[in-house]
């Protein structure tokens, strides 16, 4: 009778047996060696950064302020890799915000700053090994194998919230294309949470989500904001509203399966990818812990949080990813910090004197000169040894030399408007510019007529120049790669791989008196392509001059770490594209742009320098002139 019942339920049994083998094999193979022989029914499927024309422009750019959508895939299916690395400004993984929605939710299922949500805080890069993510290339290549199921649709996508451009942002997401998603899959989840500093009585909350699911582990970034160690806080963790934890621990580094306080290690589910020590304050330590063999369900409700400082008696400044698994929808997150909010001080600090110079590119009022002037007064009274020092007191500069601008065109007005009356038209009009010129103090950048006009694609601060002064084809990129000659400029560079014509750079100045011109260009050292055509627009028409940039050796002369004159040309005074402007193809005219030997082929746009050796004979002006000289 025994067996005979055994062999009912092994019959009844066996077809979901089967079901379930078929479906774990399926989902998750690859995960284990013993999954391997198994014949697979799924489509692998990539999407990513390839040039879709063939070339090498394998990636995109992203604006400040900008949202790129990385992918967007119809389900169902799964997400199996993501790989990414970016070439950003200082303190980049904060500034960028990685966010993922599952079958056209309206709220983020993952909402975290890229570096945090790849395993390393504080807007930092470093290396490490795990289980669900690895990172290499001195913390720049990230890699995330997280599964990431979805059933109608899976959306990813980027946004920089800082103020400088993301110049080249590489990535791979591979996925599988799914007949059917499995029964029971619930939505992969990432919350970013920070407390800056952490006052609150209560523990800090790593995780508060509702719904049914599982807790797979999270990783903690801690700044302290005072000397000696900021452990010893206990993990307690409530399940389904339970006012007692479920899981209680006994210390921070216990939790992330350490002891006796944290250093550098890495293992495949727990490990400290960053430890700067904690006898000072400012020091800097991320862990992470994650559940993949001891995932912790919960059908209701899940509670995640820790002690900061024994029994809750330090505030330092702590940041979190929590990684979860649940069923839709989840509760919306909670608003993100802002970048500014998200950055340690240092990057504040940065951040501080990149909002000055942002301010100063478009100030137009005397009273905002002066604003910007007393702010940056400020700034170098506070941080007056800080690395962007020298740069505020340059953007001072600039504001003075605005308001000086200023100051002469209201003379100019004034006395125009005291030589006539208010009846006559001439009168009217300098009474009414007067009335312009001093409430909004538009400043015109004149140049005397010694000066040199130089012309860089990015300036000091690495911002590109204003489009009325520069535009490019998409395919330039910027470069780190900069020269270090004395006397020659270039703080900032752009480059292209790209062979064909129509990849150009142009730069058109503001020319502010008329006469002849020589012209120079300079290069980045990294630059290596011959018979580069720069084409110089002027009075007369146009010519091409073709040089070698060279600036690794090769067959040519290395040649980045000078000037080179393009000639001397006659050029009106103002801004005009058709008679004052110099370009650079990176196409092959007059003949083909070859790289030097063993190197690939860069051409380079950096920086542009006009020297007026020869004004044009002065004209008498007549009072119109005078009267739209400052307009």
Not at 331 to 341: I, Q, W
Not at 436 to 446: D, H, T
Request: contains cysteine.
């Amino acid at each position: 009778m025994k067996r005979l019942l055994v062999a009912i339920i092994c019959l009844i049994t066996m077809p979901a047996m089967v079901g379930f083998a078929s479906e774990k094999t399926d989902i998750q193979s690859g995960s284990t060696l013993d999954a391997l022989p198994f014949l697979q029914s799924y489509y692998a499927k990539r999407i990513s950064s390839a040039d879709k024309t063939g070339k090498n422009r394998d990636w995109i750019r992203i604006e400040p302020g900008e949202t790129a959508t990385l992918a967007e895939i119809d389900g169902p299916g799964s997400i199996t890799h993501i790989w990414c690395t970016v070439n950003g400004g200082k303190y980049y993984p904060r500034k960028l915000v990685l966010r993922m929605y599952w079958d056209h939710e309206t709220e983020p299922s993952v909402e975290a700053p890229l570096g945090d949500f790849f395993g390393v805080g504080h807007g930092l890069n470093r290396n490490y090994v795990s289980l669900p993510f690895t990172v290499s290339s001195n913390g720049r290549a990230r890699n995330c194998f997280f599964k990431m199921p979805f059933a109608t649709h899976a959306l990813i996508q980027v946004t920089n919230e800082g103020l400088e451009s993301v110049y080249s942002l590489y990535y791979y997401i591979d996925y599988r294309v799914l007949d059917e998603l499995p029964r029971n899959m619930a939505r992969f989840h990432a919350q970013y949470n920070q407390a800056f500093p952490c006052t609150t009585r209560d523990n800090y909350i790593i995780l508060e989500a509702k719904g049914q699911g599982h807790y797979v582990g999270c990783n903690l970034s801690v700044e302290g904001t005072a000397k000696n160690w900021w452990g010893e806080g206990d993990d307690m963790i409530y399940i389904d509203g339970e006012t007692t934890p479920s899981l209680a621990g006994t210390g921070t580094e216990d939790y992330f399966c350490d002891a006796w306080g944290m250093r550098p290690f890495a293992s495949l589910y727990y490990g400290c990818t960053l430890c700067e020590g904690f006898y000072r304050p400012g020091q800097k330590t991320t862990m992470y812990r994650f559940h993949i063999e001891d995932p912790i369900p919960f059908r209701k409700s899940i509670r995640v949080t820790i002690e900061h400082g024994s029994e809750n008696d330090r505030a330092d400044n702590l940041s979190s990813v929590a990684y979860w698994y649940q069923t839709e929808p989840h509760t919306p997150f909670t608003t993100l910090a802002s970048v500014y909010e998200r950055l340690t001080e240092d990057g504040r600090i940065l951040y501080e004197a990149q909002m000055l110079e942002k301010r100063a590119q478009t100030a137009v009022a005397a009273e905002e000169c002066y604003d910007i002037i007393a702010d940056c007064e400020k700034f170098v009274i506070i941080h007056p040894d800080h690395e962007t020092t020298g740069k505020v007191r340059a953007v001072a500069g600039l504001m003075h030399e605005k308001l000086g601008k200023y100051k002469e065109a209201k003379n100019i007005y004034r006395q125009i408007a005291s030589d006539f009356p208010r009846k006559t038209t001439i009168g009217r009009r300098a009474r009414a510019q007067l009335r312009i010129v001093s409430r909004q103090a538009r400043i015109s950048k004149k140049f005397n007529v010694n000066d040199i006009l130089l012309l860089e694609t990015r300036n000091a601060f690495g911002y590109q120049l204003d489009f009325t002064s520069y535009r490019e084809t998409p395919d330039w990129i910027n470069s780190f790669s900069k020269s270090k000659a004395p006397g020659l400029y270039g703080t900032g560079s752009r480059f292209t791989y790209a062979e064909t014509p129509e990849s150009i750079a142009f730069i058109t100045p503001d020319i502010p008196v008329e006469g002849r011109y020589e012209v120079y260009v300079s290069w980045a050292k990294a630059a290596n392509a011959y018979n580069v055509p720069y084409v110089v627009y002027h009075a007369k028409g146009m010519r091409e001059i073709v040089l070698t940039q060279d600036g690794r050796g090769g067959e040519g002369e290395t040649n980045c770490d000078r000037w080179h004159k393009l000639g001397t040309f006659w050029f009106p005074a103002g801004r005009d594209a058709s008679r004052a402007a110099v370009s650079v193809k990176a196409g092959a005219s007059p003949q083909e742009i070859r790289p030097s030997r063993g190197h690939e082929r860069r051409v380079y746009m950096d920086a542009v320098k006009f020297l007026l050796i020869e004004p044009a004979e002065p004209q008498p002006k007549t009072l119109f002139q005078k009267l739209l000289f400052w307009k």
